[in-house]
């Protein structure tokens, strides 16, 4: 008996995937079909997958050409199941030429002809409607989050405003999108609004933006005051609108693991968190700047304060502030927030370097995670007895932006007003803390 292997996503089956297995099983007697895990999936970066492992696995089965159906979950999985199942041939489509030669010291290798004109792309984009998202401001952030939403599907950056003419045509000529320097202008050709302006802006176009009704992702520091924050996700609300705050650490695959671990209770009760986080900058620059609201606390509090509040919560008793001020700018604060049973703490700076590294202690063990930890790809659960400790690994591709531009175009196309790795009133609640600070309540200069 000849047996045959073949290896796929198989999202929206098509005729594509029917011929490629019509031809495998044609190879010999058996065919074994690998449907990729979801999690699989999207460690190799293919973050679009509409149909789910299950639903995959059903459309393969319903084709009538496999005899078995295994899912495959890792890297390197082809050469155990070659061996495994005594396979004879592996068969894949000819878009992947050469790409599996190093198989062939296990078995035959065979490239079969790809159908042309049909591809999951295709459909998953003729099924999800193309929003156009335009972008408020053109600096740092902007130039990396065009080049992320690329891997995104239902979404294309099309447009760019800002008020400085030359700095908007050289963003939209390297990017081929639409500039503008009017923003009503701007808002009547776009669908969608990611706001990367400088801080003291976020409030006003945020709130014309969906006075337009537009959705918005807001870049943080989301907004200075938690009645800001409260009116515009109050005003969404009442206009059937997504805002969601872009703190994209929020959205990542490793944080977003952390908390659920966390919340299952593998280390016991969270007792204290420490996140810090720091990034040295040379004047000039906006950082430093204090007309613009810079210093470490704007800049650097929101994905610190993420962590606290994600993991012990939105019902803070007291917080307590000790800054270096130099030229009316923090460049470095240490803040602590208490709890009722809890205590966290976190260290920022802007002109004062420290270790980034975030601590979740509880009563059973701890979760170290090293520099820099908002981008993390990876966390060590610890304990006493350190034979226990584990070490857990996860995606993190490209700026770490995919992810919250994913969840917020999930957000619209599936009319989601809220989202549970940052909820409205965790955002309130850091918009509360900065807020504090910005009124110097509890606020010691060292
Ligand atoms: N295919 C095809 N014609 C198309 C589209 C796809 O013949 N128009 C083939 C692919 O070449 C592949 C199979 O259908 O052999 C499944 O394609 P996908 O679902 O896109 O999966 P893919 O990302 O190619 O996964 O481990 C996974 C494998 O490496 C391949």
Known sequence: MVKVITYGTYDLLHQGHINLLRRAK?????????????SFDKNRGKLNVCNNVLERVEAVKA??????????????????????YDVDIFAIGSDWEGKFDYLNEYCKVVYLPRTEGISSTMLREEKNANYRIGVVGS????????????????????????PYKENVETFAQIYGLRAYTDYDQFL????????????????????????????????????LTKKQALELYCLAEERNLVLMEASKTAYCPAF????????????GDVVDVKASLSKMVVSPTRELDSEQAGGAMTEHSPLTLLAIIKLLGVDWKDVDFRSRVENGVDIYTKGVINY???????TLGVGVKTEGNLVISGTKG??????????????????????????????????????EIREFVSMVVNNRRS????????????????????????????
């Open 366 to 403: 701890y979760i170290y995670v090293p520099a820099p930890w908002w981008l993390t790809d990876f966390f060590e659960v610890r304990y006493e007895d350190q034979t226990k400790n584990k070490k857990y690994f996860y995606s993190y591709d490209g700026e770490g932006l995919r992810y």
């Open 63 to 84: 084709t009538g050409y496999a005899d078995e159906v295994i899912i495959e979950d890792y890297l390197g999985q082809k050469i155990d199941d070659v061996q495994k």
């Open 256 to 267: 977003g693991h952390i908390v659920t671990l966390v919340k299952s209770g593998i280390i």
């Open 340 to 346: 009722p049973h809890a205590t966290a703490s976190f």
């Open 188 to 223: 009547q050709n776009v669908d969608l609004v990611y706001v990367a302006s400088p801080h003291l802006t976020h409030y006003d176009y945020t709130k014309r933006a969906l006075l337009a009704d537009k959705h918005v992702l807001c870049e943080i520091p989301f907004m």
């Open 26 to 38: 044609e190879l010999g007697d058996y065919l074994i079909v690998g449907v990729t895990s979801d």
């Open 419 to 446: 989202c549970y790795k940052l909820r409205r009133r965790e955002s309130v609640a850091i918009a509360e803390i900065i807020e504090k600070y910005r009124n110097h309540e509890n606020v010691t200069e060292i």
């Open 139 to 162: 600096g740092r952030i902007a130039y990396r989050f065009v080049p992320e939403s690329k891997v995104v599907n239902g979404a294309e950056v099309t447009t760019v405003m800002n």
